[in-house]
């Protein structure tokens, strides 16, 4: 009888607890309020928050000032709630030639320089396959030029080729390489594409590469040059190119978990605060990227579960992170993982929002839902104010992998993204999407009131939870997070 009364009462204590999280992010959670903060970090006077931009400043004193008012403290250790980020505007280099043996190639014509300053070069190069660890390995590329092709051979995606790119141009330069040059060819983003983007200013992390000895680096257009990969002499020669450091700010603030043993756990909640700045005027001669949608709408999202957690807060601890940078690479969480004030493997979830818009108002879009074990909180969490949770309705887009969530994954840190609900890239989201049509009134605030409170809930829920959520086994991240927390 007494076991009998222990478990009845047990389940009332957890059905309590839970109607005590559902009342409690329904109490913080004001539509007005909503209103207020969007309406600000929206607005025109920001310019559209571009990186660097004295906008993004504003928003991040804005951040810093909601912190302030809510008790969210700075995190232990540091003594600012801001942490700089070191970045650099880089602008193209204006002429360019590369000569690999008897052929020439012409700047934007031929080749392309992702990384580097003017130079003057004349080496010999030695083709490396892919560039990989395991290619270079016992090569002699110390004073050579490397040759090398673009990915690993297995990934068609050029996003992941991006990646890759700055891990073998930091072996190279490590090898005592000169130059790294990779031969490009992909249908998926054509090489006029990467002409026009690559031709315009490009702002990246200062990661003292001057000081590490890093190397230049340039892809080739293989689709239309027959690039012979024996070896011989290489010359390259590039001028025009200028650079500028600035620094930027991630802001963090840091909420202590109220159980003694649980509080060490550190529950990530994350956004971007940067948009895209000024732009072409649309037919109503509007120039101003607002970014409404994308990503005054996850910001306010962190900001909101900021404020709840630090009236009530969970037995974890939570850790605010609004990151710089995200339109320009991800620059602002990757700079958070490798220099975080956290011991990452505390770091046990990132619950991270962004957002490219909506078209279903009774759905929220979780990209990754399914790949981790907080799902069925989630799914609860929203049910609960009225929304379905849905999974990535667009996985060839790789959404997974584009915004900072990709950043802890990639440590091992589980971490989906919470976003409003889309069924389909139609019309409606292209309407808004980084276009200056997203101004803050054309958002339905009744709608963004169920999806804060579903993910203040969320955030509630898995802040309290018994056990840490984790990956689901299989999936890409889940070696990673064994390795980390082992």
């Not at 204590?13 to 329904?26: I, R, W």
């Not at 000569?99 to 080749?111: A, R």
């Not at 909420?255 to 895209?276: C, P, Q, R, T």
Request: charged share 25%.
């Amino acid at each position: 009888m007494k076991k009998t009364l222990s478990l009845i009462l047990s389940f009332c204590s957890l059905f309590v607890l839970a109607q005590t999280d559902m009342e409690l992010a329904k109490q913080t959670v004001d539509q007005n309020l909503i209103k207020s903060h969007i309406g600000f970090l929206a607005s025109d006077e920001l310019k559209g928050r571009d990186t660097p931009s004295e906008g993004l400043k504003i928003a991040a004193k804005y951040i810093e000032s909601r912190f302030l008012e809510y008790g969210v403290e700075m995190v232990p250790g540091t003594d600012s709630y801001f942490q700089s980020v070191p970045m650099k505007k880089v602008t193209p280099p204006t002429n360019g030639t590369l000569l690999l043996g008897d052929s020439e190639y012409k700047l934007q014509d031929d080749f392309l320089m992702l990384e580097g300053d003017n130079t003057e070069i004349t080496a010999n190069y030695v083709f490396a396959s892919y560039g990989l660890d395991e290619d270079l390995e016992g090569l002699d590329i110390e004073g050579k030029i490397v040759l090398a092709i673009c990915g690993n051979g297995e990934s068609d995606s050029p996003q992941q080729w991006f990646t890759l790119a700055s891990e073998k141009r930091a072996r190279v330069a490590e090898l005592g390489g000169l130059a790294l040059v990779e031969l490009y060819n992909s249908p998926q983003i054509p090489w006029n594409f990467l002409v026009r983007y690559f031709s315009g200013q490009q702002v990246t992390l200062d990661e003292g590469d001057e000081e590490k000895g890093d190397v230049i680096h340039v892809w080739v257009n293989r689709a239309s040059n027959d690039v012979s990969t024996e070896t011989s002499t290489a010359s390259l020669s590039i001028s025009g190119a200028k650079i500028d450091k600035f620094n930027s700010q991630n802001v963090v603030g840091y909420v202590e978990g109220s159980d003694n043993k649980l509080k060490d756990e550190f529950i990530v909640y994350s956004a971007h605060y940067d948009h895209v700045g000024i732009g072409q005027a649309n037919a109503e001669g509007d120039s101003i990227y607002n970014g409404s949608r994308d990503n005054a709408v996850g910001t306010v999202t962190v900001l909101t579960a900021a404020e709840n957690l630090a009236k009530t807060p969970t037995k974890r601890s939570g850790l605010f992170v609004l990151f710089t940078g995200e339109e320009k690479g991800l620059l602002g969480s990757k700079y958070f993982v490798d220099n975080s004030p956290i011991n990452l493997s505390k770091m046990v979830y990132c619950f991270n929002s962004d957002n490219g818009g909506y078209n279903d108002t009774s759905k929220a879009t979780i990209i990754g839902l399914t790949r981790t074990t907080a799902e069925e909180m989630i799914i609860e969490a929203c049910k609960a104010f009225g929304l379905e949770a849905i999974e990535d309705p667009a996985p060839e887009q790789g959404l997974f992998d584009r915004s900072d969530n990709v950043r802890f994954a990639a440590k091992g840190i589980p971490a989906p993204t919470f976003g409003m609900g889309f069924t389909a890239f139609d019309d409606e989201i292209t309407k808004y999407y980084h276009q200056p049509a997203d101004n803050p009134e054309t958002l339905d605030y009744v709608y963004l009131e169920k999806f804060f409170r579903s993910y203040v809930y969320a955030c509630r829920m898995i802040g309290n939870a018994k056990k840490a959520p984790f990956w689901i086994k299989g999936d890409k991240y889940y070696d990673a997070g064994k390795a980390l927390y082992k």
